[in-house]
């Protein structure tokens, strides 16, 4: 079960990555047409495509992060419940 849901949940997450660094780097782009000067770099379409894999690459981390801590939120549940029964037994 938990596989099935990690497997779906990483590929929606893969793909919200992607979209999200779509929208990151459309947002930058806008920018950096306004933007001129000596100092200033402009983004052409080759910095542009490595941007946006690696961006895509750290929101999946992101994400992938978040699944696990949420996966580890029910096991330290059980954790602390069974530590709590072992101490009402010794009270017993």
Not at 32 to 39: E, I, L, P, Q
């Amino acid at each position: 079960m938990r596989t099935k849901v990690d497997d779906c949940s990483m590929a929606v997450w893969k793909q919200w990555s992607k979209q999200a660094a779509e929208l990151q780097i459309l947002r930058a782009d806008v920018q950096n047409r306004n933007k001129s000067g000596d100092n200033f770099y402009k983004m052409d379409q080759e910095s542009i495509i490595t941007i946006l894999e690696e961006l895509s690459e750290d929101f999946y981390l992101l994400a992938q992060v978040h699944v696990d801590k949420v996966w580890r939120l029910p096991e330290e549940f059980e954790d602390e419940q069974l530590h709590a029964t072992f101490k009402l037994e010794a009270y017993g």
